[in-house]
Nanobody, 117 residues
Framework: HLVESGGGLVQPGGSLTLTCEET?????????MGWYRQAPGQEREFVAQ????????DYTDSVKGRFTISRDNAKSTVYLQMNNLKPEDTAVYYC???????????WGKGTLVTVSS
């Protein structure tokens, strides 16, 4: 069970930090964690991903240099620090947990980020 928080309304150039907490008691460190987003009328798209040890980070090109993904396995939590936000970052942001090996992805219900003046 993934619970996202931290969304809201922010002006262009502003910052937000999204949080995703896993609350069902799984072994969090066995999951590759990611953030996706879906803008109105658009397909859901990949934003960022972090490996189980935080060694490997991946970002979509449009957020490189502005967003930072991180995780705290002891707290079963993944974060997305978003800086220099742009109106085109407006979307519902979803957290995804992908197990190592076999198994299905788990998704949160999303948190809305609106970037507008």
């Amino acid at each position: 069970h993934l619970v996202e928080s931290g969304g809201g309304l922010v002006q262009p150039g502003g910052s937000l930090t999204l949080t995703c907490e896993e609350t069902s008691g799984i072994i969090f460190s066995h999951y590759i964690m990611g953030w996706y987003r879906q803008a109105p009328g658009q397909e859901r798209e990949f934003v960022a991903q972090i490996s189980v040890s935080s060694y490997t980070l991946d970002y979509t090109d449009s957020v490189k240099g502005r967003f930072t993904i991180s995780r705290d396995n002891a707290k079963s939590t993944v974060y997305l620090q978003m800086n220099n936000l742009k109106p085109e970052d407006t979307a519902v942001y979803y957290c995804r947990a992908r197990p190592l090996g076999t198994g299905m992805d788990a998704w949160g219900k999303g948190t809305l980020v609106t970037v507008s003046s």
